[in-house]
């Protein structure tokens, strides 16, 4: 049996979506929107970067490059045309945002203060960059050689779990407090 295909967003309803996600999450990454809008079934990756690109032409987005990433926040026009096309918007749709947001907030904010991705190189190694960020700023990163991917897509995974307490581990350890006397 075929799917019944779901009705297609309009172009003003794509972007009204995209401007109320970003009012709603606040800062985020172009991945991390992605995985908002995909995980939460809202719209398509290509919906969105055509939203997201006719939102910054006119000003009502705003991108800042990052990291293999970019941020993206509303504008105070954006404001604007949110408030006016608001109602233009599925309102099933629009509450679906509201619902998830809150969780996909805090996840977007430890991914942003405690990032880690896996890069291979050309050889056998897999480095996990891991990081501790505090207002855009790096406080530690450790670069990790590992054998394996799967050895380093778990470090990478449990790297928000650990990173607090291995930044005080090595900064009590470099501080010399533990040492014996």
Request: charge should be negative.
């Amino acid at each position: 049996m075929t799917d019944i295909p779901r009705h297609r967003l309009g172009e003003v309803e794509r972007k009204v979506l995209t401007l109320h996600s970003l009012h709603t999450l606040g800062e985020c990454g172009n991945l991390q929107l992605i995985s908002f809008m995909v995980e939460n079934d809202i719209m398509n990756y290509f919906d969105l970067q055509t939203a997201l690109g006719d939102l910054r032409d006119a000003g009502q987005a705003a991108r800042t490059p990052v990291e293999a990433d970019y941020l993206y926040q509303i504008t105070p026009a954006g404001e604007e045309a949110l408030r006016m096309f608001l109602p233009r918007a599925p309102a099933s749709l629009m509450q679906r945002v509201d619902a998830a947001a809150p969780s996909f907030r805090q996840r977007f904010h430890r991914e942003r203060e405690m990032p880690a991705r896996i890069v291979h190189d050309e050889g056998n190694e897999y480095h996990v960059n891991m990081q501790i960020v505090e207002q855009r700023m790096p406080l530690m990163s450790i670069d990790v050689s590992l054998p394996t991917a799967e050895l380093a897509a778990r470090f990478r995974d449990r790297w928000v779990g650990a990173a607090q307490d291995i930044y005080e581990y090595i900064i009590g350890r470099l501080a010399g407090e533990g040492d014996k006397q």
